[in-house]
Structures are given as C-alpha cells and as structure tokens.
C-alpha cells in the first residue's frame, strides 16, 4: 500500500520569507511518480510538477524548488521569497502502476498563509 | 481555464433528493476521476474510469453512482445521501498510458456538495 505524509498542517509565513513544505513517501514499488498541487481558494487543483522515481535531480522552477531524495524517501517543495499569491493548500501525492489507470494518493495537504 | 469543467459548483440537497454532477474534460484524455474532499481529511479516489470503462470502485456507497456515457463526460449520481456526504467533489482527467510513465492528472474546480 501506498502512503503520503505531509506533517505540516498549516504554515504561516510573512511576504518574501522562504517556505519548506515536506512531503515523505512510502511504497514497494520501484517505479513511480511524485507529484506536488496547489489548491488555491477556488478549489481546483494545479499541476506544479512530477517527478520519477529514477530521476533524483533536483529542480528549480521559478521561485519553485523541489528536494528529491530516495535515500529518505522525501520529496520536499521549497517557495523562495513568498508571496501573498502563494497562499493555498499544497498536496504531495504518489502514484504507482495499477493496472490499466493509475491512481494519485495524496498526502492530507498543508495550508500555506503568506501575510503581508 | 483548467481544461476540465464541473457543473454545479455549489449544490445543496436534502437527504431524499435525485442530483447528478457533471464534469467535462476538453483535452483529449482517455482516464477520468471522480475524487472526495472532506475538510481535514486526505482526497479520496471514488471511481476511475478508463477508456469508458470502470477500473476502480474504492469500496463507495452504492448511492454514489457514477457514468461515463463517453471519454470527455462523467457524472456522479446521487441519490439518499447522508449529511457526512457533504464535501467537495473533484473530478479529475489523464492520459492513461497503461504501463508506460504516468503523465499528470488535471483537476477541475468541484462541486460543493451540502447534504442537509
């Protein structure tokens, strides 16, 4: 079984600080994807980015980083120089073959409050 | 514009009302989702169909039913509900590759669902 953990529940940080959201993972599978989405207020959730399990760079995108490291089986998303904009709940999320579709399990998310 | 649109955004329905949400997806995916969002709580993944097909039925009540009458239309159909049904209802589509690498799935805004 697949599992997702984002221990942070919600985080208040003040307009232009840096902001670490963790995400650790559990599977046996070999080959998946990580995942991370930004819930905004009006409820959709948005694509930020992907991952595979055998790719370990990490990745900057922006004011947008991600940690990827198998060795902690953690995959942690780091907002430089926040903004009030950036405040949503962000989802971390797995996905692992199953049969003809995959399916995502998402992590219970972490409220992200940018003050100004 | 996310590419997948759900109508209604808001619903509110008494415990013996017929209702129906619809989702939309205009990108050409093969796999829809329909997902739970309860305050505090993990998504949860009801149903996926693929290529019109179900693949997953993560044990739901059987007064959620779902329909996927072609690949760009889903509905859930609800029927007796229960007040802990209230919750955001995500639908979400892909391009199920079967078991090649996954690609990302799009989200579209919810229905929110009171049941009173």
């Known amino acids: 079984a697949q599992k997702v953990t984002q221990a942070q529940t919600e985080i208040s940080v003040v307009e232009k600080e840096d902001v670490t959201l963790d995400c650790v993972y559990e599977t046996r599978d070999t080959t998946y994807y990580l995942f991370w989405y930004k819930q905004p207020p009006s409820g959709e959730l948005v694509f930020l980015i992907r991952r595979n399990s055998f790719d370990e760079q990490n990745e900057i995108s922006g004011r947008y980083s991600w940690n990827f490291q198998k060795s902690t089986s953690s995959f942690n998303f780091t907002i430089t120089a926040s903004q009030v904009v950036d405040s949503a709940v962000y989802f971390c999320?797995?996905?692992?073959?199953?049969?003809?579709?995959?399916?995502?399990?998402f992590g219970s998310g972490t409220q992200l409050t940018v003050l100004p | 514009e996310t590419g997948v649109t759900q109508t209604p955004r808001h619903l509110v329905m008494g415990m013996t009302n017929k209702k129906s949400l619809k989702c939309e997806q205009h990108l050409g995916h093969n796999a829809m989702y329909w997902y739970k969002q309860s305050a505090k709580k993990p998504l949860e993944l009801m149903f996926v169909?693929?290529?019109?097909?179900?693949?997953e039925n993560n044990s739901v009540p059987s007064r959620f039913s779902p329909e996927c009458p072609n690949s760009s239309h889903l509905f859930l159909h609800l029927h007796t509900l229960q007040p802990e049904d209230s919750a955001l209802y995500l639908c979400a589509s892909s391009q199920d590759k079967g078991g090649h690498p996954n690609t990302e799935a799009f989200f579209g805004q919810g229905t929110r669902l009171t049941v009173v």
């Open positions: 169909y693929s290529l019109e097909e179900r693949v």
């Open positions: 999320a797995l996905s692992v073959p199953s049969g003809s579709a995959r399916q995502l399990t």
